[in-house]
């Protein structure tokens, strides 16, 4: 069992930054990526960004340029740096990891923290 808690979130005016922070614990020998999820009010959970074991990094197109995510080399922490943000960022953003598929029958497919509100408004 991955353990996942989000840290970081609040309110920001627009342009303004925000640094999101993951704090992994657990079965992370098992994780092969790690991301960031987010759900606007109204809205489908969407992918935000995601970070793989190699360091390949993967953004939704409307992030690219603003966000980056990043990792320490154990899972111990995952970051989503945010700048430039736009009111159509708020939302709840959900740190998520994904277990290595050979291992998945053990340990899960993947595993959610509870979210943290991200607010964007004047």
């Known amino acids: 069992q991955v353990h996942l808690e989000e840290s970081g979130g609040g309110l920001v005016q627009p342009g303004g930054s925000l640094r999101l922070a993951c704090a992994a614990s657990?079965?992370?020998?098992?994780?092969?990526?790690m991301g960031w999820y987010r759900q606007a009010p109204g809205k489908q959970r969407e992918l935000v960004a995601e970070?793989?074991?190699?360091?390949?990094?993967t953004y939704v197109d409307s992030v690219k340029g603003r966000f980056t995510v990043s990792k320490d080399g154990g899972w111990r922490t995952l970051y989503l740096e945010m700048n430039n943000l736009k009111p159509e960022d708020t939302a709840v953003y959900y740190c998520?990891?994904?277990?290595?598929?050979?291992?998945?029958?053990?340990?899960?497919?993947?595993?959610w923290g509870k979210g943290i509100l991200v607010t964007v408004s004047s």
């Open positions: 657990g079965t992370t020998f098992a994780v092969n990526a």
């Open positions: 970070i793989t074991t190699r360091g390949t990094q």
């Open positions: 998520n990891a994904k277990v290595v598929a050979s291992l998945i029958q053990y340990y899960g497919l993947e595993h």
